[in-house]
């Protein structure tokens, strides 16, 4: 069964990647929560996090006074994650094309790396190798 998509906003995003570490005090319930969350980088006033959502959709479960993620929440913070960095690879990857003219062979090698052609030390004996 394929993954569903979910909008989220940029701080459920954060909410996600938090408790995948660990739980998060509940702020509905526990009255310390606030400090919790800002140590942790989440602000549990944003207009944006909107937890009653995550919990909805099952991202997130209220479990003993905390927050808890669920399979499916941990799914899509995984998935998030991977997208991101599929982005960076292909930044990477294309900077490598632009730079093609002036270092083609560090460009060659940074591309073939990007793609799993080749291992991180065969991709440096080839941005050694003269031209």
Not at 85 to 92: F, W
């Amino acid at each position: 069964m394929p993954l569903p998509q979910f909008e989220l906003s940029r701080p459920q995003y954060q909410l996600l990647a938090a408790t995948v570490l660990m739980p998060l005090p509940d702020p509905a319930g526990a009255d310390d929560a606030r400090t919790e969350w800002l140590a942790r980088g989440l602000d549990p006033g944003d207009d944006e996090l909107d937890v009653s959502e995550l919990v909805f959709l099952g991202l997130v479960a209220r479990k003993d006074g905390s927050l808890t993620m669920t399979g499916l929440g941990a799914a899509v913070h995984y998935r998030a994650a991977h997208e991101a960095a599929e982005e960076r690879l292909s930044s990477v990857a294309r900077l490598a094309e632009s730079a093609e003219d002036t270092h083609s062979q560090l460009a060659r090698a940074v591309r073939r790396l990007a793609q799993g052609a080749i291992s991180f030390e065969q991709a440096l004996a080839e941005a050694k190798r003269e031209p």
